[in-house]
């Protein structure tokens, strides 16, 4: 029989395989995915590395008995240091080594669909594999089980010279010169170079995945990102389903700022007045050059708003715990009274869910964005790779908040570009007002937990109804706006 599930038991539970990309902006909102999915009754193998599964936080025991954390043995590649098994462990210029250790994953991966599709009691109804996962694909393709091919935001796939769009010769076709910057497009050509060590572009890894897999899943719904979201399906030539944004329970962050209040930022932030304080952090997967952080700080200094900073310490660099080392000299002992840096592990949900905070200045990775915006936070954006140059001019548009101005070219900056934007979000009033304004619109989007609940129960139901063989026993929508 076709049909994933039989008509006849249409409440049976699924048994779904999900495998995230190393990367912790990956792996942690896919955990999402999966404890959501099992507090529907729904079995789920998460698969992943030794390493990065035991730093994962602990599952909810709602859905810990139906999740089984799947550790596939990375392989030792010369030249990756030992434990680089998430990117956040790679250095910049080893990420085509960890892309040839994930590619090693390919062998163990087949044993162990091997073993789950030997028995038909195990045997799972879906795999949900990340962009880049072709091998996880292939194994499904040739195993018979329907795989569904994780997407990034909309935002980056509508964006003129993402794939599909792309020449016959495999280059990229240029971009809109006034809708995409320079800098951006140039990064976006190396998408289509082969990846050094691992002899493969992303884009053939990417198209290679999608070649075998029956419907795409997004991280995204159609009230975050109207504009992008319907042209996606087009593009890509093949049914799309959202997810939703996947954010953490709104009572998270507060509820771990009463576990995490004895840090010492949580303290800090006790010490400032309402609304008056920026929290910076751009993640911690591409750091800024050394005379950009500098920039940073002086801009910071030079706007004179109370900021937090998470400030990301370089790999092998001897720096002290409060930055120092890679700030501009004397900048510590002059906003002593202005700000806290730290170089440390940070609580960040206990930081933007807490009252002192009033703005975010942000790289626009999904995760933050979510994040700061279940909180109503209008955004300070400094975008770096990836898709966080077309996730910010998206919140730009939406007067959520304003990026940094940035050099046509190079996408470098000053502190007087940082200082201007930083001002107008978090300092001048009628300014502030329409960023907050913008944020808390947002705001609605991503806390609603009902809506975002029942993407979960739709995306569930098109699971269900999906044939193998390309048929479905109900229509099966690209996108709703319900």
Request: with cysteine; hydrophobic share 40%; glycine share 8%.
């Amino acid at each position: 029989m076709d049909a994933v599930l039989s008509s006849s038991s249409p409440q049976a539970p699924l048994r779904i395989v999900i495998v995230p990309w190393l990367a912790f902006g990956h792996l942690l909102p896919y955990l999402e995915l999966s404890e959501r999915l099992a507090s529907r009754g729904h079995h789920v193998s998460y698969v992943s590395t030794p390493r990065n599964l035991a730093r994962l936080p602990p599952l909810r025991p709602a859905a810990a008995p139906r999740v089984d954390l799947v550790a596939l043995p990375l392989p030792r590649v010369d030249g990756l240091p030992d434990g680089a098994e998430s990117t956040n462990d790679v250095p910049d210029d080893k990420r085509p080594l960890h892309f040839k250790a994930f590619d090693g994953l390919a062998a163990p991966f087949a044993e162990f669909m091997a073993a789950a599709c030997a028995d038909e009691g195990m045997r799972p109804h879906w795999i949900i594999a990340d962009s880049f996962h072709h091998w996880v694909a292939a194994s499904a393709a040739e195993h018979k089980v329907p795989c569904a091919l994780l997407l990034p935001t909309a935002a980056i796939i509508a964006m003129p010279g993402q794939p599909p769009e792309h020449s016959a010769n495999g280059e990229a076709e240029p971009a809109a010169p006034d809708s995409v910057p320079r800098y951006e497009r140039k990064a976006l050509a190396h998408a289509f170079a082969d990846d050094g060590e691992s002899g493969m572009s992303t884009i053939q890894r990417w198209t290679l995945t999608k070649e075998k897999c029956a419907l795409a899943v997004i991280r995204s719904c159609v009230e975050w990102e109207p504009e992008s979201f319907p042209l996606v399906p087009k593009r890509l030539g093949m049914p799309v389903v959202p997810l939703g944004l996947l954010p953490p329970p709104p009572d998270s962050g507060r509820r771990a700022a009463i576990t995490n209040r004895e840090h010492a930022t949580v303290r800090w932030l006790e010490t400032q007045p309402p609304g008056s304080v920026l929290y910076v952090a751009l993640g911690s997967e591409v750091p800024l050059r050394a005379e950009q952080v500098q920039e940073l700080a002086l801009g910071l200094e030079l706007a004179g708003a109370r900021f937090l900073w998470a400030l990301r310490k370089p790999s092998g660099a001897a720096v002290l715990d409060d930055g120092a080392g890679m700030l501009p000299p004397g900048f510590q002992e002059r906003t002593r009274g202005q700000g806290m840096v730290t170089t440390g592990w940070l609580p960040q949900m206990s930081i933007v869910a807490h009252a002192a905070v009033g703005g975010f200045l942000t790289h626009c990775g999904r995760n933050s964005l979510v994040e700061g915006l279940l909180f109503g936070h209008p955004l300070v954006m400094l975008p770096i790779f990836g898709d966080q140059g077309p996730n910010a001019r998206q919140m730009e548009r939406k007067n959520v908040g304003l990026q940094v101005a940035r050099d046509e070219n190079d996408g470098s900056f000053d502190r007087h570009g940082v200082a201007t934007a930083v001002r107008a979000v978090v300092l001048e009033g009628e300014a502030r007002r329409g960023f907050v304004a913008g944020a808390a619109k947002m705001q609605e989007v991503v806390a609603d937990a009902e809506r975002q609940e029942r993407y979960i129960d739709e995306f569930v139901h098109h699971l269900r109804s999906y044939n193998v063989g390309g048929d479905s026993t109900t229509p099966l929508p690209t996108f709703t706006s319900s």
